[in-house]
């Protein structure tokens, strides 16, 4: 499945804040989407999901697997978020719930869309969490947000887009918050999960560095608009536009090497 977004427009308020974005990402494909802040990545991701505020008016295209999701209607576009599409929010500590455990929440995300007992949601709440790589997962699940590490609820985040098992992750900056070790880990997790799973996963970063460790091709914006696109491994090597340069000189250098290349 494959998701392309042609000449995407977002208004908000009567002022252009994304002004003719594309980009396609191909069934399996890693694409980054990167630039500083108020660039429009963000926007960009709720825009695909129907996840905008109200008063955001927008244009262009954007079809997942041949269908259109701007304008569908709020039901359908439900149905779309979790069992084709997931998305990890940048914070999970406002994503999540914190008066429900976090076993619940991954549950909830199964029942809902894939009509499942009580009871087998749960079990399936405990082997997404083993699937994160959460410690002691039959615990875990019985803990709130609140009782976590940073690094554990983004993993929570992450179980809970995954949990029906979606065609294309996007992951809306999920390692901004983590310091560099747990970063590390987050981004091998996710390239991992996404490569065993063979879907499609869409980045949003503001690091070039980071990008480099898990995405193959990257879309750079600036203003609302793309101003570089290529494979990251040439954004790197010879960056065109004076905003990706900027990008790798302000590029934070991270402890971890993946054993993988990116452009693997």
Request: a negative charge; hydrophobic letters at 45%.
């Amino acid at each position: 499945m494959s998701l392309i977004v042609k000449d995407l427009t977002i208004d908000i308020e009567g002022r252009r804040v994304v002004d003719g974005i594309s980009f396609e990402v191909a069934d399996g494909a890693r694409l980054g989407i990167i630039g500083e802040s108020g660039s429009g990545k963000s926007l960009t991701a709720l825009a695909i999901l129907g996840l905008l505020p109200d008063t955001a008016v927008t244009g262009g295209s954007v079809l997942w697997n041949g269908r259109e999701l701007l304008g569908l209607p709020e039901k359908e576009l439900a149905q779309v978020r979790g069992d084709d599409i997931g998305i990890v929010f940048q914070e999970p500590r406002t994503a999540l719930n914190p008066i429900r455990t976090v076993g619940r929440q991954i549950a909830e995300s199964v029942r809902i869309h894939q009509r499942m007992s009580k009871a087998d949601a749960w079990q399936r709440a405990i082997a997404e969490a083993r699937r994160v790589a959460l410690p002691d997962p039959e615990t875990i699940v019985k803990r709130y947000p609140h009782q976590l590490s940073g690094g554990q609820r983004q993993r929570v985040a992450t179980a809970i887009a995954l949990a029906c098992d979606p065609r294309l992750l996007i992951a809306d900056e999920p390692t901004t918050a983590l310091d560099v070790t747990i970063q590390a880990e987050v981004l091998e997790l996710l390239r991992d999960l996404v490569t065993d799973a063979g879907m499609s996963l869409v980045f949003i970063t503001h690091d070039l560095a980071v990008l480099s460790q898990i995405a193959t091709h990257g879309v750079v914006l600036a203003h609302g608009r793309v101003v570089e696109a290529g494979p990251v491994q040439h954004l790197l090597r010879d960056p065109q536009s004076p905003i990706t340069q900027g990008l790798l000189r302000d590029a934070t250098s991270t402890l971890w090497r993946p054993t993988k290349g990116a452009e693997s």
